[in-house]
């Protein structure tokens, strides 16, 4: 190897005719920019608007509910009746009571939602002894547990309260005697970290899935496409270093991972212009928070956290890439190369969300890219240090330069360049 340093002239050369190579196909193009300036938005906030919207409409919708034998006329009443607004908007509707024979199959066949069957008759009133209650219902069933089956539950649930009600006032007891101590949960979380949401652990690993995608584009092309096209060995007969050529092509696939990071940033910080406009509407930003799902709020400071880190992270998957496609004979064969790489991101990435289960030490933060995937994550909830994020960024770095020289190392190998 020479210890001459690079020339930055030639290095620039191979990145730009990589680049343009790249920006020929338009499937790279939709790939790079528009797919995450869309797909992130939608994910941020149609998802969970979508679920709101699911979870409240079997609120304010009527379910089919079965009934075998009788059920207290008090019961009755609290279970088909509608819950209304001050204004007279239906905000919980109840359920329409039906016979059923066995409540089992009725359930099963769709006849009803669910179903009540009383094994011993049920108190109708304070002091009548106690009974047992079965409810029929499909309990893995998301449409059955906001609906028929979860009325069902708050409605037996107040109407015992209501007996228990009735039987302390014989006592000469009120109601507050069942509930001497109550409980006010306040949240201490950081104002930050309760706008992002529960669905922050999904920037993680949408940016750095498309950070992938879009490296993949310029790497494998460069490479192994360059292979199969014949033009790698006119590349490195030309005045050029390997050296230069191995930097030249690791720019302009950092390049293009970068510009999928921006757009994906861009597509989170539109989210949050849209719930922002929400609390402008006199929404709290606590209601934005859980309708939207989060949103994201940078400082200064975390930006620039947050924009080495995304650098750091996209330079050593750009490493990787080159580094298992320059092996690959054919431009598909590269594809099963890499292809595993994005498992290697999205597991990690959803084992974020149970992140508050972790100690997050600094050592977390020194394993490559998931180092990463934890500061992103601490910087949308506004709790990275300034030690966190310089640890995640230099493992970056370091893996990168790692395996930026073990592709130096191929580029240079006659049985590599030449294996087509």
Known sequence: MRSEGL???????????????TLRDRRTITSTILIPLLLIPLFTLGLPLLLGRFIGGQAQERQKVG??????????????????APGGAVTR?????????????????????????????????????????????????????????????????AYNRQLAVERLGTLGLNAQTLTPVTLSPIDASPEQERRSGQLAFLIPLLMLNFILTGAMATALDATAGEKERGTLESLLVSPVRRSEVVAGKLLATTVTALTTACFSVLGFLLSGLVARAAVAQ????????????????????????????????ALLISAVLIALSI???SYK?????????????????????????????????????FGSMVAILDTVRGNLTAGHALTAVGANLLGALLVGLLARRSFGREEVIFRN
């Open 282 to 313: 006199g929404e709290t930003p606590a209601e934005v928070a859980q309708a939207f799902g989060g949103q994201l709020s940078l400082t200064p400071g975390g930006a620039l956290a947050l924009l080495a880190t995304v650098i750091s992270a």
């Open 333 to 369: 064969e590269a594809q099963t190369y890499v292809t595993p790489l994005s498992l290697l991101i999205v597991f990690p990435a959803v084992l974020l969300q149970f992140s508050d289960f972790l100690t997050l030490s600094t050592g977390i933060y020194a394993i490559p890219l």
């Open 7 to 21: 020339r930055w002239g030639y290095v620039w050369r191979v990145a730009s005719r990589d680049l343009l190579s």
């Open 327 to 329: 092996y690959a004979r």
């Open 67 to 84: 009934v075998v034998g009788t059920l207290p006329e008090s019961l009755r009443a609290a279970l088909t009746r509608d819950e209304k």
């Open 93 to 157: 509707a109840g359920v329409d009571l039906v016979p059923v024979t066995d409540p089992r199959a009725a359930v099963q066949s769709g006849e009803v939602e669910a179903a009540l069957r009383a094994p011993t008759p049920l108190p109708g009133r304070a002091g009548d002894g106690t009974g047992r209650l079965e409810v029929y219902a499909k309990l893995g069933n998301l449409r059955a547990q906001t609906g028929a089956f979860a009325k069902i539950e708050s409605t037996v649930e």
